[in-house]
């Protein structure tokens, strides 16, 4: 057979791969998702994907959506959870199946937004209403609405820090550090705890930091300009130097390699951990587990980053996953009807202790700590995260993962070769080349 | 079979691919020569047998395939509809940062530990394809790992190498200390994912020499023991040269494994502190930097050095017919 039959095979391959490759057309593009007028107007079944496994396995979601059915009783919402939210989206996202209602996904370039989703509305009305509306705005319309926002800064144990003899926020880095040295030699506890094995802890909130010390609303959005993010002074600079000195002075768990992020919410209840860097989302969870631990939920505090402009501490505001509609879905408004629902009357967001994506709603009790000693919350701007992406994603630095800051706390702790400078000074060139790329 | 059918198929021009092999097929061609080509649907029906495992064939390993090779000409960002064709853009990228081939450093640490594992495998296989006490259990728990899902032995290893976890606290009670970060630096840690993949692998290569080992017929060692022969003297001459190519075969697939560890490391490690292999850097580049085209030509850059060293490994140890008797 030989021969004949391996062209034949060839041929066939070539054919079909031709096939898989084309296929799709585009969609009609324009019409925006608009809420009906009259709920009753609205039938059909739609599909909602979530990250929050959590949340539909312990039925929450279904509560969400029976209260939703007084409102429109002819939806009906099915809900499908994914662990690997991202990673699986992303693929279904080559199909036309990816839900009616979805979380955009990271790795959806920003340029594509009109390709995937459905416009929600024009952006300077919908800026009237909701927060973080320029994240997902192209082209003067918005594309997506934020589930909430967090703002950025460590969960400490009042109790513990308290124990170590302190009782006022630090307002530096130095400051910062001599206080995890006292809880290191008073308490014996361990003072931070990095997380390194998950990845995650080491990459959003420390990114997420970047506004919080130059209180610059602008800050994420300069990194499209800047010749050299990492230069002294800067945002990304002062962040990750206070990581590498964390870890450099042996503050930080002693074998990162191993650490396991569920533990860590109790042994921070219980006062074995002394802070961590998270979101404000994290506080509930976090009281969550000092109850179970049978430790008191109001120990668990949060404080800015430590750092002062003008005599104030200042913290970022940053949105979470954006919700979206599909550009395909056969149900559009009664899509965006679930979608404005769940923003404005399930209270979801309080719930999460979290800030809402509407801007008349007042702060989460969460956050008190942040507004009663006046920290200035900086909403983020991220009218230029496309081309931060990038150039992050060019220079495979990447900004949003773990990766670099892994190999920063190997080099604090000695297990790879170099120093700080001379890492800072590498991620300098190499995100310079990748802007001189990327803009091209 | 069909090699034979290609060389010979000028006589008769119908047999493509004859389900018999030449006897029968001249005695019918001599009585009647007509009758295949008055029923093509016989020249069919070997093609209709194959055509379910043909398609699914084609649909889940060569489309794939080719689609992954077109991909590697493109700068597909694995998302967006819209791709480019940058030519040969990704390649010479690939070639021109040699960072990126770095990381094939880390392979040595699987390459040395799966020399090690099949010496051990020979060597258990070897013990226990003599007749001995508990055979049936030693073999099925050298076994055993081979079975387990790979996640599940990543999370298994995590927490035996943790911090003051299992291997820790059997050291600290034999007396020898037990205060190491395993994963903490990048030796330790290669040798221990390493020593991770020789615990899981050494199952399934001790399987395929005890199956080489006891396909050799038994007279064969009664005649070696009636002369007198030693248990070495029967490894060396009787056992060694009857699983040669089952060697042969593990080697291949040690190089080819080595050179592309994922799932332990991936698992275990992310691929931080220097544990990364070729694959793990492929999975981020299209997964975390969405730089699909470039993982595409990285993964056929893999594909093709798997196929050189085989080939030459080929060449240098030809498959030679093995014939004791």
């Known amino acids: 057979m030989g021969r004949k039959t391996l062209s034949a095979a060839l041929l066939a391959t070539t054919m079909l791969t031709v096939v898989g490759c084309s296929g799709g057309g585009t969609p009609n593009a324009n019409e925006t998702a608009v809420a009906p007028?009259?709920?009753?107007?609205?039938?059909?079944?739609?599909?909602?994907?979530?990250?929050?496994?959590?949340?539909?396995?312990?039925?929450?979601?279904?509560?969400?959506?029976?209260?939703?059915?007084k409102t429109y009783p002819e939806v009906k919402v099915e809900f499908e959870a994914m662990t690997d939210y991202e990673g699986e989206v992303k693929i279904r996202m080559n199909t036309e199946n990816y839900g009616d209602v979805l979380l955009i996904p990271a790795s959806v370039a920003k340029g594509d937004y009109p390709k995937f989703f459905a416009p929600l509305g024009a952006t300077p009305t919908m800026k009237e209403t909701y927060r973080f509306t320029d994240k997902t705005d192209v082209d003067g319309r918005t594309y997506g609405i934020a589930t909430?926002?967090?703002?950025?800064?460590?969960?400490?144990?009042?109790?513990?820090?308290?124990?170590?003899?302190?009782?006022?926020?630090?307002?530096?880095?130095?400051?910062?550090?001599?206080?995890?040295?006292?809880?290191?030699?008073?308490?014996g506890a361990t003072p931070y705890y990095t997380n390194f094995?998950?990845?995650?802890?080491?990459?959003?909130?420390?990114?997420?930091?970047?506004?919080?010390?130059?209180?610059?609303?602008?800050?994420?959005?300069?990194?499209?300009?800047?010749?050299?993010?990492?230069?002294?002074?800067s945002d990304l600079n002062v962040i990750d130097t206070l990581l590498h000195d964390i870890v450099h002075e042996k503050l930080s768990e002693k074998d990162p390699s191993t650490t396991n992020w569920e533990a860590s919410k109790t042994l921070l209840a219980k006062g074995e951990i002394g802070s961590m860097l998270l979101g404000s989302w994290a506080i509930t969870q976090l009281r969550?587990?000092?109850?179970?631990?049978?430790?008191?939920?109001?120990?668990?505090?949060?404080?800015?980053?430590?750092?002062?402009?003008?005599?104030?501490?200042?913290?970022?505001?940053?949105?979470?996953?954006?919700?979206?509609?599909?550009?395909?879905?056969?149900?559009?408004?009664?899509?965006?009807a679930w979608i404005d629902w769940f923003t404005e009357k399930s209270g979801y967001s309080a719930q999460e202790g979290a800030v809402s994506a509407l801007k008349s709603e007042a702060m989460p009790s969460t956050l008190e700590d942040y507004v009663d000693n006046d920290v200035k919350l900086v909403e983020r701007s991220e009218a230029k995260t496309a081309e931060v992406n990038a150039i992050d994603n060019a220079s495979e630095i990447g900004l949003s993962k773990q990766d670099y800051r892994q190999k920063l706390v190997d080099v604090a702790r000695g297990a790879q070769d170099g120093s700080l400078q001379d890492y800072l000074d590498d991620l300098d060139r190499r995100w310079a080349e990748a802007a001189r790329t990327a803009g091209s | 079979m069909t090699r034979t059918t290609t060389s010979t198929a000028a006589p008769p021009p119908a047999p493509a691919a004859a389900p018999d092999p030449g006897g029968r097929r001249t005695r019918r061609s001599a009585t009647r020569p007509r009758t295949w080509r008055d029923h093509p649907l016989r020249r069919v029906t070997p093609w209709l047998f194959l055509l379910v495992p043909l398609a699914l064939l084609v649909?889940?390993?060569?489309?794939?395939?080719?689609?992954?090779?077109?991909?590697?000409?493109?700068?597909?960002?694995?998302?967006?509809?819209?791709?480019?064709?940058?030519?040969?853009d990704n390649y010479v990228q690939l070639f021109t940062r040699p960072e990126l081939f770095r990381v094939f450093a880390v392979s040595l640490y699987y390459l040395a530990a799966s020399v090690a594992q099949i010496a051990i495998a020979l060597w258990f296989a070897t013990v226990l394809s003599f007749d001995l006490r508990f055979r049936n259990l030693f073999k099925g728990i050298l076994f055993f790992p081979y079975l387990i899902n790979g996640v599940a032995?990543?999370?298994?290893?995590?927490?035996?190498?943790?911090?003051?976890?299992?291997?820790?606290?059997?050291?600290?009670?034999?007396?020898?200390?037990?205060?190491?970060?395993?994963?903490?630096?990048?030796?330790?840690?290669?040798?221990?994912?390493?020593?991770?993949?020789?615990?899981?692998?050494?199952?399934?290569?001790?399987?395929?020499?005890?199956?080489?080992?006891?396909?050799?017929?038994?007279?064969?060692?009664?005649?070696?023991?009636?002369?007198?022969?030693?248990?070495?003297?029967?490894?060396?001459?009787?056992?060694?040269?009857?699983?040669?190519?089952?060697?042969s075969l593990s080697v291949i697939l040690a190089i080819s494994g080595s050179l592309s560890v994922f799932?332990?490391?991936?698992?275990?490690?992310?691929?931080?502190?220097?544990?990364?292999?070729?694959?793990?850097?492929?999975?981020?580049?299209?997964?975390?930097?969405?730089?699909?085209?470039?993982?595409?030509a990285c993964a056929v850059v893999l594909l093709l050095i798997i196929l050189l060293i085989t080939w030459i490994q080929r060449r240098l140890v030809p498959d030679e017919k093995v014939d004791l008797v």
């Open chain 1, 37 to 69: 007028l009259n709920p009753n107007g609205v039938s059909g079944t739609i599909t909602v994907l979530t990250n929050r496994t959590d949340l539909v396995q312990n039925g929450t979601m279904k509560k969400y959506a029976a209260q939703f059915n």
């Open chain 1, 148 to 187: 909430f926002g967090t703002a950025n800064g460590f969960v400490y144990n009042k109790a513990l820090w308290k124990r170590a003899g302190i009782t006022d926020w630090p307002t530096s880095p130095r400051e910062f550090l001599d206080d995890l040295e006292a809880i290191k030699e008073k308490t």
């Open chain 1, 197 to 233: 094995k998950d990845g995650w802890p080491l990459s959003s909130p420390w990114t997420n930091s970047i506004g919080s010390v130059s209180c610059d609303s602008q800050a994420s959005d300069k990194l499209s300009a800047v010749e050299k993010p990492w230069q002294k002074g």
């Open chain 1, 288 to 336: 969550d587990a000092a109850e179970k631990a049978g430790e008191n939920p109001d120990d668990i505090g949060f404080m800015p980053f430590p750092h002062q402009s003008d005599g104030q501490f200042c913290a970022t505001l940053v949105s979470d996953y954006q919700m979206a509609v599909n550009i395909h879905s056969d149900h559009k408004p009664a899509a965006r």
């Open chain 2, 59 to 88: 649909t889940f390993t060569y489309v794939p395939v080719g689609n992954m090779i077109y991909y590697s000409f493109t700068d597909w960002d694995g998302v967006s509809p819209d791709r480019d064709h940058v030519g040969a």
């Open chain 2, 153 to 247: 032995i990543g999370f298994v290893f995590l927490y035996f190498f943790q911090d003051g976890g299992t291997l820790d606290s059997i050291l600290s009670f034999l007396g020898l200390g037990g205060d190491h970060a395993w994963l903490g630096d990048p030796e330790s840690a290669n040798t221990s994912l390493a020593g991770v993949s020789v615990w899981r692998f050494t199952g399934l290569n001790f399987v395929l020499f005890l199956g080489a080992i006891q396909s050799v017929p038994g007279e064969l060692y009664e005649a070696a023991q009636l002369d007198g022969a030693t248990r070495w003297q029967q490894f060396r001459h009787i056992i060694a040269p009857s699983i040669r190519p089952v060697l």
């Open chain 2, 263 to 296: 799932e332990i490391p991936y698992i275990m490690t992310g691929g931080a502190t220097g544990t990364s292999t070729f694959v793990i850097q492929t999975v981020k580049l299209a997964f975390q930097f969405n730089k699909t085209g470039l993982a595409s």
